[in-house]
C-alpha cells in the first residue's frame, strides 16, 4: 500500500544479531542449533526466497513457539509471500512475545501492514499507533505517522475517541447567590436560594465516540454517514455531598448526587460536502438527529440541519460562514422549541506569529414555553500562536454573549444575561501516548443576570487527549 515504507532491510534493522550467510535449504537444516537455524532463516529471507524462509521458520517455531525473532521472521516472509492475514496473526504473536521495544515496534508496525493490505483499515490504525509508542527514533515516529496518514486516506471509516476529566466549582450552572430578593408591587419578598440550587462543585468525567462512513465520493463531492455517542457523568466534592445529604434528611426528600446531573447523548445523521465552482471553496451541509437520555424526565428529540462554507479571501486570511436551524422535542411535556442560528468567522494569519480569528454570531429561539425563547449576540476571539514552550502549544479565547429572553420570572421583569468566557488551552507535546498527546484547559465562566437566580461563576479546568497525526 502507498505511505507504507519498504519492508527490506526490516530483518536486519531489528539487530537479530544473525549471520547473513546464504545457504540452501537442506533436510540437515534441523540437526543446526536453533541460532544457526534462525540465521539461515534471516539469509533465506534477505536472499529473497520468502517461502524456502518461511518454511524454516516453521521448523523453529514447532519447538520454540514463543521465539519473538523467528515469529518477525516469519511475520516478514508472510508479508512477502501476501499471506497477509497470516502476516497479521505472526504480527501479534510477535508483540506479545517480544523482549524489548524494538522488538515491538516492528512488530506492530508489520501487523499493521498486514491488516491494511487486507482493507482492514481501522485494525491498521490501531497498530499503528501501539507502533508509534515504541518507536526507537523521532524519525521511526514519524514514519509510523506517515503510514497512519496513508491508511486514514482509504480508510472510509473515521472514529473519534474523546474523554475527559474536569474538575468544577460549579458543575451545575447554580448561582453563588445564598439570598434573592424579589421586588414586588406588595414590597421587597426575600427568598432563601436551596443549597441544589447554588453552585455545586464536584467533578465531571465525560467520553463519547464519533464514527463517519464515507458512503460516496466523486472529484466534486462526497457524503457520508455520522453517528455519535457521548455520556457525562459528576462526583461531587466531599462538603458539597455532606451539605445536600443534610438538606435532603431535613427536607425528608433524596439527595442531590453527581448521577443527578448525568446524562447520554445519541446522535446520527449524514453530511455532505461539494464544490460548486472552482476556487470557491468547500460548502458542507449537514442533517441530524439526536436523543439526550437523563436521569430525571428532562430528555429531548432534537432536529439540527447545518450549512457551513469557507471562503479564501488571501492566501493568509478567509472568511467562513456557519447557519443552523434546529428544532427540539421536549418528551415529558410535549414543549418544542425551533432556534436559527448564524455565524461569520474573520481569519487572519500572521507569518511567524499564529493565526487570529473574530467570530460574530446571532442565535433567536421561539418556543411553546416563553421561558425557552431568547435572543443572542456572541462576539468571540482567539489566537493560536505559532510559538511553543518544550513542545506544548497553546490558543486562547475570550467570548462574550448576550442574551435577551422574553419571559418575566418571579416579578423581576424580562431576564438580560451578559457571560464572559475566558479559555486557555494547551497540548502537551512532550507527552505522548500512544499517539495522543494530553490536552489541559482552563476555563472561566462568569454570567450576570438581570434575574438574581442566573448570577454564576464557574472555573473548570479540563483534561482530554487529542491525536498527534
Known amino acids: ?9 526490516f530483518t536486519c534493522g531489528l539487530a537479530l544479531g544473525l549471520a547473513l550467510v546464504a545457504k540452501p535449504v537442506v533436510a540437515q537444516t534441523v540437526s543446526l542449533p536453533p541460532s544457526e537455524v534462525r540465521a ?20 523453529l517455531l514447532a519447538r520454540f513457539p514463543e521465539d519473538p525473532t523467528t515469529l518477525l521472521i516469519r511475520t516478514e516472509a508472510a508479508i512477502l509471500l501476501r499471506d497477509f492475514a497470516g502476516a497479521s496473526a505472526f504480527g501479534q504473536r510477535a508483540f506479545r512475545n517480544a523482549a524489548s521495544d524494538g522488538q515491538r515496534f516492528n512488530a506492530a508496525r508489520l501487523t499493521a501492514l498486514g491488516h491494511a493490505r487486507r482493507d482492514q483499515y481501522s485494525r491498521a490504525q490501531l497498530w499503528l499507533r501501539v507502533a508509534r509508542q515504541y518507536a526507537p527514533s523521532n524519525a521511526a515516529a514519524e514514519a509510523v505517522a506517515e503510514d497512519f496518514r496513508a491508511v486514514r486516506r482509504n480508510n472510509p471509516l473515521t472514529v473519534n475517541l474523546r474523554f475527559g476529566i474536569t474538575p468544577s466549582n460549579n458543575i451545575n450552572g447554580g448561582t453563588f447567590e445564598e439570598e434573592i430578593i424579589f421586588d414586588t408591587p ?11 440550587a447554588q453552585a455545586i462543585s464536584g467533578w465531571q468525567f465525560s467520553g ?3 464514527a463517519r462512513y464515507l458512503v460516496r465520493s466523486d472529484r466534486t463531492s462526497a457524503t457520508f454517514l455520522d453517528f455519535g ?13 455532606e451539605e445536600l445529604e443534610a438538606f435532603a434528611e431535613e427536607q425528608g426528600s433524596s439527595p442531590v448526587t453527581g448521577q443527578s446531573f448525568s446524562s447520554v447523548n445519541l446522535r446520527f445523521g449524514a453530511t455532505h460536502r461539494f464544490a460548486l465552482f472552482p476556487d470557491i471553496g468547500i460548502t458542507e451541509t449537514a442533517l441530524s438527529f439526536s436523543r439526550s437520555f437523563r436521569k430525571d424526565e428532562d430528555e429531548t428529540n432534537t432536529v439540527r440541519a447545518t450549512l457551513s462554507h469557507n471562503f479564501e479571501l488571501t492566501e493568509s486570511s478567509g472568511l467562513g460562514f456557519f447557519g443552523a436551524a434546529q428544532r427540539r422535542f421536549d418528551i415529558a411535556d410535549d414543549d418544542e422549541a425551533q432556534s436559527y442560528q448564524a455565524q461569520l468567522t474573520y481569519s487572519q494569519r500572521f507569518e511567524d506569529i499564529g493565526v487570529l480569528r473574530l ?3 446571532q442565535e433567536i429561539s421561539t418556543a411553546t414555553d ?17 510559538f511553543e514552550i518544550q513542545g506544548t502549544t497553546f490558543s486562547f479565547l475570550a467570548q462574550k454573549r448576550f442574551t435577551e429572553w422574553d419571559f418575566f420570572s418571579n416579578f ?13 488551552t494547551a497540548v502537551v507535546g512532550g507527552a505522548e501516548f500512544f499517539g495522543f498527546n494530553p490536552v489541559i484547559s482552563v476555563t472561566r465562566d462568569v454570567r450576570d443576570s438581570t434575574g438574581t437566580r442566573f448570577n454564576s461563576r464557574s472555573t473548570t479546568v479540563g483534561f482530554d487527549l487529542t491525536s498527534s497525526f
Open 412 to 424: 423581576e421583569g424580562a431576564r438580560e444575561d451578559e457571560q464572559t468566557i475566558f479559555r486557555v
Open 359 to 361: 467570530s460574530y454570531g
Open 229 to 241: 455517542l457521548s455520556g457525562v457523568t459528576y462526583r461531587l466534592t466531599r462538603g458539597a455531598r
Open 186 to 196: 406588595f414590597g421587597s419578598l426575600p427568598f432563601r436560594l436551596s443549597p441544589d
Open 1 to 9: 500500500m502507498a505511505g507504507f515504507h519498504a519492508l527490506s532491510g
Open 208 to 210: 463519547g465516540v464519533d
Open 40 to 59: 539461515l532463516a534471516s539469509s533465506t529471507l534477505q536472499a529473497g526466497n520468502p517461502a524456502d524462509a518461511a518454511r524454516v521458520a516453521d521448523l
Open 370 to 386: 416563553s421561558r425557552d425563547e431568547f435572543d443572542a449576540e456572541t462576539y468571540t476571539v482567539s489566537f493560536s500562536p505559532d
